[in-house]
């Protein structure tokens, strides 16, 4: 069958009406960003911030225009707004989400849900929630992994996932899996070498229709792999998920430690315990030789998580299994679980999982700050 294409999509859409303007949404200008990847379509409707919760039936209906096309599986319209540009709210609230459900909560079943954070890209960051999902599966603990970074998407290729998400209704997705660990990214609904131009709304209806829209089941934890950074879309996510706690990820580097305090802080300014920082990179270890180097220095991200009164959670080392391992698809805690670097990993989950118990058997998800003195 072959594949729909995007003027297909867009002359489907030409028969859906905005009810209050009287033309069809696409000579209006409100459809943007579709994608499609063998069958699996995406695409935003903009509108008024206003006039977002009412327009569910619009959005609907677009969802089953799309639908009702030959060669397509499975159809996520999302509805974005862009804020007010005069006094709009902060932290993406002025945005009409996906679904037009922005007050329903997002993964009810899911008992714990921990984000894997950096204050900037390139710190091995998806390498660390990759690797903690695997060490918590093991444990016995039923794990979901969401990757919630956009624009570079990362987890089919370190899962050594291939093929395409199954809707059985054609409304909702199965999550991938892979090592017992159910999986869901942008990367699986567009193509690797496609670039993503979308705005933040955009993005954020486009994240809360994932976690909304996929069939999760019953978990005991999630690891969201958040994107780099401290803007909007990571606001609004802290915003919008139960998070239960932060994990912070940082290179012992002084610029790498100021951005993860950047990171710390936003967490804190919105309520979501920080669970401690893990320095990545923290030493080398000669292969020839045994000697250790610190090619990045050593100890900053002890000494930070000490000055901010937060747990230092582990050292990670650079290590090129580390990293071939995971482009090959195959975490070096499934692929190697009786090496020394998936026992490192290993005792940084129990590390985490013991404060998320500690968190919730004091007050559940909206726990007070766990301060480490």
């Known amino acids: 069958m072959a594949e729909v294409t995007e003027q297909q999509i867009i002359e489907a859409l030409k028969h859906i009406q905005d009810p209050d303007k009287k033309a069809d949404i696409v000579s209006l200008g409100m459809v943007s960003g579709i994608a499609v990847k063998n069958g699996h379509v995406a695409f935003a409707i903009e509108v008024e911030p206003s006039r977002g919760p009412n327009l569910e039936p619009l959005r609907k209906a677009a969802e089953k225009a799309v639908h009702d096309l030959a060669g397509v599986v499975s159809v996520s319209a999302v509805l974005t707004a862009e804020r007010n540009v005069q006094g709009g709210p902060k932290g993406g609230h002025g945005h009409a989400h996906g679904a037009g459900q922005a007050d329903a909560p997002l993964l009810p079943h899911v008992k714990a849900i921990i984000a894997v954070?950096?204050?900037k890209g390139g710190v091995g960051k998806s390498t660390t929630a990759t690797n903690l999902a695997m060490a918590?599966?093991?444990?016995?603990?039923k794990t979901g992994l969401f990757d919630a970074d956009i624009f570079g998407p990362s987890m089919p290729r370190m899962l050594g996932i291939t093929g395409d998400p199954v809707s059985n209704d054609g409304k909702t997705m199965m999550p991938m899996e892979n090592y017992g660990v159910k999986c869901m990214s942008m990367g699986f609904l567009v193509p690797e070498d496609s670039p993503i131009i979308w705005r933040g709304p955009m993005v954020m209806g486009a994240l809360e229709q994932l976690l909304r829209d996929v069939q999760w089941g019953e978990l005991d934890v999630m690891v969201i792999d958040m994107p780099p950074g401290t803007g909007d879309t990571q606001l609004t996510i802290t915003q919008r998920l139960?998070?239960?706690?932060?994990v912070i990820v940082s290179t012992p580097q002084d610029i790498a430690l100021l951005?993860?305090?950047?990171?710390?802080?936003?967490?804190?300014?919105?309520?979501?315990?920080?669970?401690?920082?893990?320095?990545?990179?923290s030493y080398y270890i000669c292969p020839k030789c045994g000697d250790e180097a610190h090619i990045f220095g050593h100890g900053g991200a002890k000494a930070e998580a000490a000055r901010l009164s937060t747990e230092f959670l582990g050292e990670v080392p650079l290590d090129i299994a580390i990293r071939q391992t995971s482009d090959a698809g195959e975490?070096?805690?499934?692929?190697?679980?009786?090496?020394?670097?998936?026992?490192?990993?290993?005792?940084?989950?129990?590390?985490?999982?013991?404060?998320v118990q500690a968190i919730q058997g004091n007050s559940g998800r909206k726990s007070p700050r766990i301060v480490m003195e």
Not at 136 to 141: D, K, P, R, Y
Not at 242 to 246: C, D, E, V
Not at 267 to 272: L, M, P, T
Request: net charge positive; aromatic share 4%.
């Open 117 to 119: 954070a950096s204050g």
């Open 136 to 141: 918590l599966s093991q444990m016995g603990l």
């Open 242 to 246: 139960p998070l239960t706690g932060a």
């Open 259 to 281: 951005d993860a305090t950047k990171g710390l802080n936003m967490f804190r300014k919105v309520d979501v315990p920080v669970l401690g920082i893990i320095e990545n990179m």
């Open 331 to 355: 975490p070096i805690v499934v692929s190697k679980p009786n090496g020394p670097h998936a026992k490192v990993y290993r005792d940084i989950a129990a590390k985490i999982w013991d404060k």
